[in-house]
């Protein structure tokens, strides 16, 4: 049965497509389809039921923005269930040594993918309508962009990937009979549904199972309505199923925000920057430059599509995202002023608090509310105020706004072209021991230091407590490939005639022995990229060489109007801490990635440990 269809017909479909919909139709038997237009009338249909129905209720304080609340079992990415598919285990994880669990990727046989699917996916979407989503990562149409069509039985889902990604028509007419990224979602509760439905939010989280197959360009999700769950665009596609196409296709899919980065003389600077997740990385993609003169633009926040020019030779970004799927604590008008202008309007809150005055709440906004005696309703449904034990919204609770809407989104943001990215940065949460910036010494170190990126963890996935954990690249719960060969392919993108960015390292998270953070942060970070922009320029006299790269010379940082700040103990680079590093990270890539670290990796590695061993 059609509940509705494209354009009066089905049948102007793309081939392709009509075949991918009819097949998983079969398999999964929805009651109705409905192939999504990405109209406007579209989405206030699908809002209005999903209000009458309970799941979603307006915040009336704005215009047009959404609360959810999602059933408390189903509220973060599910990395123990998300699973790559290869015919080769090592296609996929690299040869770890014997007894060693891969950190980098979880591998799944192609037959025992078929068994797991076979034992969910049929009759799933039993009295439930499919929708068909067709979309574009990237300006629709673009040289870097790419086609994927979702299919969903969550109407949140369908509304968030409007937000996220370009939903629309237009793409079909691209698209022709052209291959594209098969997404296949499901909440996994038929109906009859044969259990309590919490906040109106169908899962199944005992049989949560997200599968990626990158030869065939497929995904399979089961079980979660949660973002980097269900929204396949996102990381599923966007970092996934797209850096096995950048390996294939020979440019890269990255965990990086893309900023444009102005000075006082007008000269503009773009750069990437890879951040383990809440870390900050949203924070400097819309940083309020406190020096004066200076300008920041954001082109994206989370994910970055490179390739190199045949005419220039310099790295082009696009922001395959329409929107920002952004962590909701900590998020405010001091922090980030900008998010927060961006999420005034058309946009949707999971599992933040409600004021009785109709206003999200959530950690991180005690001395922006008016009324600091207003009763809140937390994420739970229960009733709270300012200074009550626990917590009003969910670590993970999550803001999705259109990008458009952001008041620095850069004018080139969707230009199709990209824009040319001058540096790379990476960074992470280190406390101890590891300086506020260095630059790399070459392109092959640089893939060595973001190689070696550790991070305290997140509230992200579903790791508890705070300890530091290896993240390479910032890429470890989102690698698509075995993570030597990706090494590899960064290594392999140096060539004659091409201008390759410098990589620098930062951590604005260092703290003196007395636990206190030796960096403001924030607008502040500008100075930072003030340093790394003078490095870039060759200005000479302002770098300090170490055993791990450049700092800055105590002199070069421009520190005016800041006092207190122990510039030493926040640039030193403490010889027992960094041996003691060597040791870890040496451990780390030896079991981790084995026979399958490159030989020039493995190179960098011996050299730094000697510079280290020689301070």
């Given amino acids: 049965m059609v509940e509705r269809e494209y354009d009066g017909d089905f049948h102007l479909l793309p081939p392709k497509v009509q075949r991918f919909v009819a097949e998983k139709a079969e398999l999964m038997r929805p009651r109705g389809i409905y192939i999504c237009d990405g109209t406007e009338h579209e989405s206030e249909e699908i809002v209005d039921k999903l209000v009458e129905r309970g799941m979603l209720s307006p915040l009336k304080a704005y215009h047009n923005n959404y609360i959810c609340r999602t059933d408390?079992?189903?509220?973060?990415?599910?990395?123990s269930k998300t699973w790559m598919v290869t015919n080769d285990k090592y296609d996929t994880v690299c040869r770890t040594a014997e007894g060693v669990e891969p950190l980098m990727g979880h591998w799944m046989s192609p037959n025992d993918l078929s068994t797991e699917l076979d034992s969910r996916?049929?009759?799933?979407?039993a009295g439930r309508i499919m929708y068909v989503i067709p979309f574009s990562m990237g300006p629709v149409g673009g040289p870097l962009s790419k086609i994927g069509v979702q299919l969903t039985d969550s109407n949140y889902v369908v509304l968030s990937m409007r937000i996220m990604t370009r939903v629309t028509h237009e793409v079909f007419d691209v698209l022709g009979n052209s291959d594209f990224t098969r997404c296949i979602h499901s909440v996994g509760l038929p109906r009859p549904v044969k259990q309590r439905v919490i906040n109106h939010w169908p899962c199944n989280p005992d049989r949560v199972l997200i599968a990626h197959r990158p030869p065939e360009r497929e995904i399979w999700s089961?079980?979660?309505?949660?973002?980097?769950?269900?929204?396949?665009?996102?990381?599923?596609?966007?970092?996934?199923?797209?850096?096995?196409i950048a390996k294939d296709e020979g440019w890269m899919a990255e965990h990086m925000l893309i900023m444009g980065v102005?000075?006082?003389?007008?000269?503009?600077?773009?750069?990437?920057?890879?951040?383990?997740?809440?870390?900050?990385?949203?924070?400097?993609?819309?940083?309020?430059?406190?020096?004066?003169?200076?300008?920041?633009r954001c082109v994206g926040d989370d994910i970055a599509w490179m390739k190199f020019s045949k005419e220039d030779g310099r790295l082009y970004a696009i922001n395959p995202e329409a929107g920002f799927f952004g962590v909701a604590p900590g998020t405010s008008k001091k922090t980030n002023p900008m998010a927060v202008a961006t999420f005034q309007a058309n946009s949707?809150?999971?599992?933040?608090?409600?004021?009785?005055?109709?206003?999200?709440?959530?950690?991180?906004?005690?001395?922006?509310v008016k009324d600091k005696n207003v009763e809140i309703t937390t994420w739970l449904g229960?009733?709270?105020?300012?200074?009550?034990?626990?917590?009003?919204?969910h670590p993970n609770s999550r803001f999705a706004a259109p990008a458009r809407q952001c008041p620095i989104i850069h004018p080139?943001?969707?230009?199709?072209?990209?824009?040319?990215?001058?540096?790379?940065i990476f960074g992470g949460r280190r406390p101890a021991g590891v300086p506020l910036v260095f630059e790399t010494n070459s392109w092959l170190h640089g893939i060595y230091t973001g190689a070696c990126l550790k991070s305290e963890t997140t509230a992200a996935a579903e790791h508890k407590g705070k300890s530091v954990m290896h993240d390479p690249m910032?890429?470890?719960?989102?690698?698509?490939?075995?993570?030597?060969?990706?090494?590899?392919?960064?290594?392999?993108?140096?060539?004659?005639?091409?201008?390759?960015?410098k990589i620098y390292h930062v951590n604005w998270f260092r703290k003196s022995a007395e636990g206190k953070f030796l960096w403001p942060g924030y607008g502040e970070n500008i100075r930072v990229i003030d340093w790394i922009i003078k490095r870039l320029d060759g200005v000479e006299g302002i770098g300090k060489e170490t055993a791990i790269g450049t700092v800055p010379t105590p002199e070069s940082l421009n520190l005016d109007g800041l006092d207190g700040v122990k510039l030493d103990e926040l640039m030193s680079v403490p010889k027992e801490y960094w041996a003691e590093d060597a040791v870890e990270v040496k451990n780390f890539l030896t079991t981790q990635v084995g026979e399958d670290l490159p030989a020039p990796i493995r190179n960098e590695m011996e050299q730094q440990e000697k510079r280290i061993n020689d301070m």
């Fill in 121 to 125: 996916f049929p009759g799933c979407m």
């Fill in 348 to 368: 949707i809150f999971t599992n933040v608090a409600e004021t009785a005055d109709g206003e999200y709440y959530w950690e991180g906004l005690e001395d922006e």
């Fill in 222 to 244: 089961f079980g979660s309505g949660y973002g980097g769950n269900s929204l396949l665009g996102k990381k599923c596609f966007a970092l996934r199923i797209a850096s096995n």
């Fill in 412 to 424: 080139k943001w969707e230009d199709p072209q990209g824009v040319p990215i001058d540096a790379i």
């Fill in 474 to 501: 910032a890429m470890r719960p989102f690698m698509g490939y075995n993570f030597g060969k990706y090494l590899q392919h960064w290594i392999d993108l140096e060539q004659p005639g091409r201008i390759m960015p």
């Fill in 262 to 296: 102005t000075r006082p003389c007008g000269q503009e600077h773009f750069i990437a920057a890879a951040f383990p997740s809440a870390c900050g990385k949203t924070n400097l993609a819309m940083l309020e430059p406190t020096l004066p003169g200076w300008k920041v």
């Fill in 72 to 79: 408390p079992k189903d509220v973060a990415r599910v990395e």
């Fill in 382 to 393: 229960e009733k709270w105020h300012i200074g009550d034990e626990g917590v009003a919204a």
